[in-house]
């Protein structure tokens, strides 16, 4: 009996760290035991993301108390260390979207999660002395993007694991429960920077104008112990896959593919927006709202828009993800005009909870969005390979199953290296439009005309009918 039609191959309770056999699609084979290693997978891939996501945006928040701890920069350049994990970030993207079928899964996850430990160590010592030049600062933000580069290779990792039908739900958990990295950080920091974490060894408060202490080198520091846990579970507890192994010629073909470039541009608008929104929040409240505590708040916009990614890839493996895709663009205009419309005005002080509100609709819809074209990029090159070899022999058809797996997993992580830029762009669009016009009014209408944009891209292309790659 051949090893395709032998149920009992791979049903090992405890596969080694190379899996040979590997067919999801196949239901015997999936549940006998893919289902169970694919689980344990995701799960420690979800576990590794989250930090990476928390070092990432680590600076959102410790850029508003960085002052008060004694330092003195100015709001451009506090901005600019929100944005440069954003930048760099996006940069390792695009090598990490590739390096999965090179490395392995397993060893490259675990690679990548120690690679945190870099960044994080090296803040809990430099934000323990006030004098440390601006340019240090600048270079430990541009290593934190150690942490966004790392959801390239996640996404292109799990993607290999799960069948067809369940790639929406299983994509959306990693993603959406990674993405609650940023406000696990934002609400964790505030809260370990008050106390003394490590005693001696994690050094000597700074006293604050009210008499209060506060270790703002905690916020590197606590997640230390945390990435080296993580780091030993994805060593030992995570699989690579022989089945996608592939050379960076074997894809790089996606750049050849029209769809790879316009995936990239609505996951640019979804994820971008997240994960820009969440760079830039906590300063946008304090320079939009200064009487409002900004680290009370600046949790919850990245909370919710993470909750909702999962639901985002369910909901498009039930209704398809071009339609959820495309009406949820037209809810995140009208999110953005929700936040102008509370916005200070002259004269007006603005409304400050319904600012809120509508960030945390916005929030959302990027969270639905995410999970919806990341279930789109699946379905469209399983289709465009189906159709090119309809009429072939059944190995032929097999093996083009395979390379559709192959240019998802690759487009899935390139599409992601691009969406990241988001982090970089809209803070400094904030920035700029603060710092030319007095107010980030300038960068809302401009978010708004890229959403238009994107509706168009959505409908045309995979939502109306006769459109050329429905999904």
């Not at 590997?22 to 015997?28: I, L, N, S, T, V």
């Not at 933000?141 to 150690?146: H, S, V, Y």
């Not at 067809?164 to 994509?171: D, E, I």
């Not at 990614?309 to 209704?319: A, Y």
Request: glycine share 10%.
């Amino acid at each position: 009996m051949s090893a395709s039609n032998n149920p009992a191959v791979g049903r090992q309770a405890r596969p080694g760290p190379v899996i040979e056999d590997w067919r999801p699609e196949d239901p015997q084979f999936w549940n006998a035991t893919g289902r169970t290693i694919a689980n344990r997978n995701l799960w420690i891939s979800i576990a590794a993301l989250f930090l990476a996501f928390a070092l990432w945006m680590v600076w959102s928040t410790v850029i508003v108390r960085m002052n008060a701890a004694g330092f003195a920069f100015s709001t451009d350049q506090l901005f600019w260390l929100a944005a440069l994990p954003g930048l760099s970030g996006a940069a390792l993207r695009v090598f990490y979207s590739f390096i999965v079928p090179v490395f392995g899964g397993r060893r490259w996850t675990a690679l990548s999660t120690a690679s945190l430990l870099i960044p994080a160590l090296w803040m809990g010592v430099a934000l323990q002395d006030p004098s440390t030049p601006y340019s240090v600062f600048v270079i430990i933000a541009l290593l934190c993007g150690f942490g966004g580069g790392n959801f390239a290779s996640s996404m292109s990792n799990i993607s290999f694991f799960f069948p067809k039908a369940q790639q929406g739900t299983a994509l959306g958990l990693n993603a959406g429960l990674g993405n609650l990295g940023v406000s696990g950080m934002q609400f964790l920091v505030p809260m370990v920077i008050g106390v003394s974490l490590f005693g001696a060894a994690g050094g000597e408060p700074r006293e604050l104008a009210d008499g209060s202490a506060m270790w703002l080198q905690n916020a590197g520091l606590v997640w230390v112990p945390l990435v080296a846990l993580v780091t030993l579970a994805a060593w030992f507890g995570m699989n690579d896959l022989k089945s996608a192994s592939a050379s960076f010629s074997e894809q790089a073909v996606i750049f050849k593919r029209k769809h790879n470039w316009l995936m990239c541009w609505l996951y640019l608008a979804t994820f971008g927006s997240f994960i820009g929104f969440a760079a830039a929040f906590p300063l946008l409240i304090k320079t939009s709202f200064p009487q409002v505590n900004a680290l009370q708040f600046a949790f919850l916009g990245p909370l919710v828009g993470a909750l909702a990614r999962p639901l985002g890839g369910w909901v498009s493996d039930k209704l398809g993800g071009a339609r959820v895709t495309l009406w949820n663009f037209v809810l995140m205009i009208a999110a953005v005009f929700g936040v102008i419309a509370f916005l200070p005005r002259a004269g007006e002080a603005g409304h400050f909870f319904g600012f809120l509100s509508m960030f945390m609709v916005l929030f959302i819809t990027t969270g639905v969005g995410n999970g919806s074209t990341f279930r789109m990029i699946p379905v469209i090159f399983r289709t465009l390979h189906e159709r090119a070899s309809a009429k072939a022999q059944p190995a032929e058809r097999e093996r083009a199953l395979r390379e559709a797996g192959k240019e998802s997993a690759a487009v899935l992580g390139f599409s992601s290296a691009v969406g990241a830029f988001g982090g970089f762009f809209i803070p400094k669009s904030f920035g700029s439009s603060i710092a030319l016009t007095g107010g980030p009014e300038a960068a809302l209408y401009a978010f708004v005309a890229y959403y238009v944009s994107c509706i168009l891209v959505t409908w045309w292309w995979y939502a109306r009918k006769g459109a050329q790659t429905p999904c």
